[in-house]
């Protein structure tokens, strides 16, 4: 029913947009061993997450670098280039040999996650649809035969901030609501916190971000303070699920940070996946290879970091596949008891 924005993003980015080159000068030199100096320098002087994740690029030197000389083929350098890439472990981080290799890390897994959830399963099964819109990769409505709302985004790149209102008009006489950011592969921030904001009764810091700023690895700008506050003209204060799996990623985990302040917010699924942080332009190689990564970290309001380890569900519940083909949707069902055994809600 709706597609993939982080695929559709990254390669919006890799075919459509002219980017500067930042890493190169027009007469960079290019050999196997020249282009594998760029690119491992330039992780090392800009990367974000090394101190955060615990990653000794220093080691991963050590290892590749004797793999290269002038006879490396290009098709060698590339799959030394997505080894240390895989070793990240970022989904914000990834390797694009034009027209032949493209490889994003923190990806293993995925595809089997994407069949154990349908939306237009619920649509058919579950769901009255009220609203809902292709180009904005939403769809909302009642719950058939449920005092419950729900909301399915694909992903949070809705141009309309304003959209919180529409969907509390609709939907906010029911007794909870669901929201639903399984395979939701991210988008805007500030998409996210225009949503939270219906949602919240006072203004709270939700997170902070730093970006990295010099050449030691713990090198960073001041922090950059973000809150939860309440936005627009009603706001939710009823329960709220939220269902979640392990492509919940960047946006959509970020604004899962502002709705897990608020008491009445529950997470149903499985862990999310655990990549918050923003990148930087994309870089370019002498030998046309092109890369990117993340350029800063995310810190919860306690100081800790959940890149690498995502936000961890209260109600830890996993579809098959199986399960979807058969019409079911356990993790969703299992909200309908959570909100009955809690608040008598069905």
Not at 170 to 183: F, P, Q, S, T, W
Not at 265 to 290: A, C, E, H, K, Y
Request: glycine content about 8%.
């Amino acid at each position: 029913m709706m597609t993939r924005i982080f695929v559709l993003s990254v390669l919006y980015l890799l075919t459509c947009c002219g980017c500067q080159q930042l890493v190169l000068g027009d007469d960079a030199v290019n050999d196997p061993e020249n282009n594998y100096e760029i690119f491992w320098r330039d992780f090392d002087a800009h990367y974000g997450l090394f101190g955060v994740r615990g990653w000794d690029w220093d080691s991963i030197y050590t290892v590749t670098q004797p793999q290269v000389t002038l006879q490396t083929s290009d098709e060698d350098l590339y799959e030394i280039f997505r080894s240390m890439v895989e070793y990240l472990d970022d989904t914000h981080t990834f390797i694009y040999w034009p027209d032949r290799a493209f490889f994003a890390g923190n990806r293993a897994g995925n595809e089997e996650v994407e069949t154990e959830f349908s939306a237009q399963l619920i649509v058919d099964e579950f769901l009255n649809v009220i609203d809902s819109s292709q180009e904005e990769s939403y769809v909302y409505g009642q719950l058939r035969d449920r005092n419950i709302g729900y909301l399915y985004l694909d992903n949070i790149d809705n141009e309309d901030l304003d959209f919180g209102d529409q969907l509390l008009v609709d939907l906010g006489h029911n007794e909870a609501l669901i929201i639903d950011i399984r395979n939701n592969g991210g988008g805007s921030d500030r998409v996210g916190a225009a949503l939270a904001g219906r949602f919240a009764d006072r203004e709270e810091l939700a997170y902070t971000v730093q970006e990295r700023n010099g050449p030691q690895w713990d090198d960073f700008a001041e922090k950059t303070s973000y809150f939860l506050k309440p936005l627009g003209s009603q706001q939710y204060l009823k329960p709220v699920v939220i269902l979640t799996d392990q492509i919940t990623v960047s946006a959509a985990e970020v604004m899962l940070s502002y709705f897990k302040l608020l008491p009445r917010v529950t997470q149903i699924g499985t862990t999310t996946s655990g990549d918050f942080s923003d990148t930087g332009m994309r870089r370019f190689l002498p030998n046309g290879m092109q890369y990117q990564y993340s350029i800063m970290k995310f810190l919860q309001p306690d100081g800790s970091s959940l890149d690498g380890v995502g936000h961890v569900p209260d109600i830890y519940v996993r579809n098959t596949v199986g399960e979807i083909e058969a019409g079911q949707d356990r993790v969703l069902e299992r909200s309908f008891e959570f909100l009955f055994d809690e608040y008598g809600i069905e």
